[in-house]
């Protein structure tokens, strides 16, 4: 069985490591469009809290998961899970 390890992307909220595909800045045209598009097909999920999105995480099962935390950040977690 493997081990599940979850990070955490901000205010009380978590994502499975092995999950994630992609980090990205919520800033560019490309990552608008991506956000919209899964809105529509109902593959978005907000876990900014009502903040400000800092940061989207693209999954392998295509779900776009909006969070207030710096891709950075974001990265630097999943490096310290990797290295565990």
Do not use: C, F, W
Not at 13 to 27: C, E, F, T
Not at 46 to 70: C, E, P
């Amino acid at each position: 069985m493997t081990e599940i390890k979850l990070i955490n992307i901000g205010y009380g909220n978590v994502i499975h490591a092995n999950r994630i595909i992609s980090i990205i800045n919520p800033d560019s045209a490309s990552s608008k469009r991506l956000r919209n598009e899964a809105k529509q097909n109902q593959m978005l999920i907000d876990a900014t809290q009502g903040r400000k999105t800092r940061g989207i995480i693209i999954t392998d099962s295509n779900h776009v998961v909006l969070t207030a935390m710096q891709p950075e950040t974001l990265s630097q977690r999943l490096l310290n899970y990797k290295e565990q």
